[in-house]
């Protein structure tokens, strides 16, 4: 037992398991503890125990060119930005300027990338989290751990449901998302906006193109209120990209916070992908 925190005045019990296993059966008051820079910046008067799981060692990144790379998400945001601009990354991976630019998008400080953990962006599911975009945008693959069950492989882009909601449930947890090769090897392209030079993002959109196919994917998000995206299998012209914009992003889909109302983002959205699709041509 430890003593009442004193920002989190509710908490009891905090335990640090050595691996998953050994939290046998799953509690309400139960929260899963990794950086924790959400988990300490308001009250949680809904829990009584954190479970650290700075024990559980896992490796924060494995890269390897001929599958990609696997993210732990217990990797931090510092780690992941190092990682992006290594020297030594391989030449194919023409998409790993995404990393940096990703990491760079979120409205927090070096102390934060510090502490603040992949895992943790994805899984408190704000609109602005920049890797649900860098995880979406390369075709990620959650690999969730359920409380039962079989580890479970989920899309990125499905993963954020909508506002802080995911596919996790009690219990569950992330365990690393992995970015395919051939993603990886894909063209970039990207716009974002935000009200600060260093502030939220209003909208981050990112267009990524195969050398192979020249298949088009754009992923739309901080803009609306979950990933959304759209795919063509070649570039599409003005006016067929504006169509698949009317057709498939609703006006429900946009977000609107004091950072940028609905339609000043719907307005960001149509002005940003044909840049992006000019670009990646």
Request: net charge negative; proline share 7%; charged share 15%.
């Amino acid at each position: 037992m430890v003593a009442p925190n004193m920002d989190l005045h509710h908490i009891t019990s905090q335990r640090s398991p050595l691996s998953p296993d050994e939290v046998q059966a799953w509690e309400p008051g139960f929260a899963w503890l990794a950086g924790g820079t959400w988990l300490f910046s308001e009250p949680q008067p809904g829990l009584n125990t954190l479970l650290d799981m700075g024990k559980f060692n896992w490796s924060a990144l494995q890269a390897d060119e001929g599958t990609g790379l696997e993210i732990a998400a217990t990797c931090t945001i510092a780690q992941l930005h190092e990682f992006g601009g290594s020297a030594s990354l391989p030449e194919s991976w023409r998409a790993t300027p995404l990393i940096q630019t990703c990491c760079e998008a979120l409205q927090s400080s070096f102390k934060i990338w510090n502490e603040a953990t992949v895992g943790g962006n994805l899984c408190l599911g704000l609109p602005a989290g920049g890797l649900i975009s860098l995880a979406a945008a390369l075709e990620g693959i959650c690999i969730v751990w359920r409380r039962s069950g079989a580890p479970q492989s989920i899309l990125a882009s499905e993963f954020v449901t909508g506002i802080q909601q995911t596919t996790l449930g009690p219990g569950d947890l992330l365990r690393s998302i992995h970015l395919p090769h051939w993603a990886l090897k894909k063209q970039p392209a990207w716009r974002r906006f935000s009200q600060t030079q260093e502030g939220r993002s209003t909208a981050l959109l990112i267009g990524t193109r195969c050398p192979e196919t020249g298949e088009v994917l754009l992923t739309i998000t901080a803009a609306t209120v979950r990933p959304i995206q759209l795919r063509f299998p070649s570039l599409p012209t003005v006016s067929e990209l504006s169509n698949r914009l009317q057709e498939s992003v609703k006006s429900s889909d946009y977000f609107n916070d004091p950072h940028g109302t609905a339609d000043h983002r719907r307005h960001l959205v149509h002005y940003f992908a044909p840049q992006i699709i000019e670009e990646l041509a």
